[in-house]
């Protein structure tokens, strides 16, 4: 299809390189700007994770002694509730995190046991990088798709295709209920609530918001109850 027009630009090149080089100076210079916008993008999150790691050491070290002026200081701004305000944040902050930890090891199980039964090769590592891509929005696909889509293509058809349905059926499908029940049966708020503080979070503040988002929901709702029980 490409091989006498490969043949014919490569002659030309040869006699006349300038012509050549004319030719791919555009598409060089995309190159460029595309790779210098890579590697800032790069760099720009290796210094936010290296700032994270920085900034967890400190938190973790000296966690106790910041909890107990974070709790003088709410006390102080509303009274004594600040006791239970401070737990119902830490409770459902952990809570949305066995939420996302506990919905990414059922997923990348449940990926495991699709690519042996398919017989896709290295079915155990791919099960461990579907993990990894439970973390970011529509990352499982990316790991049972191409799965999936190879096996069809070495005339496994049925193999191929049982794994297609069963990854959009099953792998894909149990992370938008296991993931919301597990966060208001730990955070003890109501299961809708929880579902839209992720689509809500993840829409408003992007990957953080799956955390921020319910956390912000759970505690903005645990007042406003409190606030219509009170005398």
Known sequence: MIGASLYDYWIAAQRDSTALLNDLRPHINQLVNWLLKAGAGLGRGLMEV???????????RDGHDLGQRLWKATERLV????HSLIEIAGGTT?????????SGMAQAGLATLGFLVAGVPGALFLGLLTFFFSFVPIGPPLIWLPA????ILDDKIWAGGGLLV??????????????????SREGKLPFLLTFLGVLG????FGLIGVFLGPALLGIGFNLAKEWTQAD
């Open 94 to 102: 952990r809570a949305f995190i066995y939420g996302v930890l506990g």
């Open 50 to 60: 290296a700032l994270s790691l920085l900034v967890a050491f400190f938190v973790y």
């Open 166 to 183: 069963y990854g959009v059926s099953v792998i894909s499908l149990i992370d938008n209920f296991l993931r919301p029940y597990i966060m």
């Open 79 to 82: 009274g004594p509730r600040a």
């Open 201 to 204: 979070g993840l829409l408003t």
């Open 148 to 151: 999936g889509v190879s096996l």
